[in-house]
């Protein structure tokens, strides 16, 4: 049965994958008390990376839509946390966005937005959060952005 979250996602055309697993010696996520903590998740969707380096080969567009791929993932792993219930999340916490970016490069705050933006469009209000975006020189893989997140869960 799909519960709530499940359901606004599905009203706007998304769908949870499988949680990612680990690709390194680390656990997808950490839980202390009523916070999960989210290991950094790679911008890839259907399977496959979404690679580019910001102010090179990538515009602020497919950027951001690279961080709400991030988001999508770094949901799949709060129910993988939730044992399958999202409605267990209460609020999305912080996100801490990394952008593959060139020195000259300055909007990393508008590729992160792909990712805040999606979180308060799928969860409302509970979905505002405290932010960090930053430049990367180069991140695992050659993908474009990668978010890690911190939730609270009943």
């Not at 359901?7 to 996520?29: D, H, I, K, M």
């Not at 009523?34 to 102010?55: A, E, P, R, Y």
């Not at 970016?101 to 937005?113: A, L, M």
């Amino acid at each position: 049965m799909t519960g709530t979250l499940e359901s606004r996602l599905s009203a706007l055309g998304v769908t949870l994958p499988e949680a990612p697993a680990p690709a390194a010696n680390y656990v997808p996520y950490v839980i202390s008390g009523n916070l999960v903590h989210v290991s950094g998740q790679v911008s890839m969707t259907n399977g496959q990376l979404i690679t580019g380096k910001l102010g090179a080969d990538m515009d602020v567009t497919a950027g951001a839509a690279a961080a709400r791929a991030c988001a999508i993932s770094l949901l799949a792993q709060v129910k993988a946390a939730c044992g399958g219930d999202l409605d267990r999340l209460h609020r999305v916490v912080k996100l801490t966005g990394f952008v593959n970016s060139t020195p000259e490069f300055g909007d990393q705050p508008k590729v992160i937005n792909g990712a805040s933006d999606f979180m308060v469009e799928a969860l409302g209000d509970p979905g505002r959060h405290a932010r960090s975006a930053v430049s990367a020189a180069a991140l695992p893989f050659g993908v474009a952005v990668e978010i890690e997140g911190i939730f609270e869960i009943r």
